[in-house]
């Protein structure tokens, strides 16, 4: 069993930064690829980004592309998402999750931590 535990969100102007972490308690962390995924109210979730294990492959959503950044510390056990130029749309619940591969699926991460709100004034 893998737990996972988001933090660093919070209320932020628009065009602002957050940097978000998640740590998981495993000893076997590097064996996970770390996804990131975002729901905002009324919407399904939806994929934000993910790392390989060994971070040598990153996918972005679209609409998230060259703005945020995924990155681990495997030494950590920390997966991290800096967020920059952060818009009123990137109003979420931010969930970290764990799984064998880096894909953009849900159903491809077996555990999921518990979320942390971002919230993007304009």
């Known amino acids: 069993q893998v737990q996972l535990v988001e933090s660093g969100g919070g209320l932020v102007q628009a065009g602002g930064s957050l940097r978000l972490s998640c740590v998981a308690s495993t000893r076997t962390f590097s064996n996970y690829a770390m996804g990131w995924f975002r729901q905002a109210p009324g919407k399904e979730r939806e994929f934000v980004a993910t790392?390989?294990?060994?971070?040598?492959?990153?996918y972005y959503a679209n609409s998230v592309k060259g703005r945020f950044t995924v990155s681990r510390d495997n030494a950590k056990n920390t997966v991290y998402l800096q967020m920059n130029s952060l818009k009123a749309e990137d109003t979420a619940v931010y969930y970290c999750?764990?799984?064998?591969?880096?894909?953009?699926?849900?159903?491809?991460?077996?555990?999921w931590g518990q979320g942390t709100q971002v919230t993007v004034s304009s």
């Open positions: 790392i390989r294990w060994n971070g040598g492959t990153v």
């Open positions: 999750a764990a799984g064998p591969v880096a894909g953009k699926g849900e159903y491809g991460y077996d555990y």
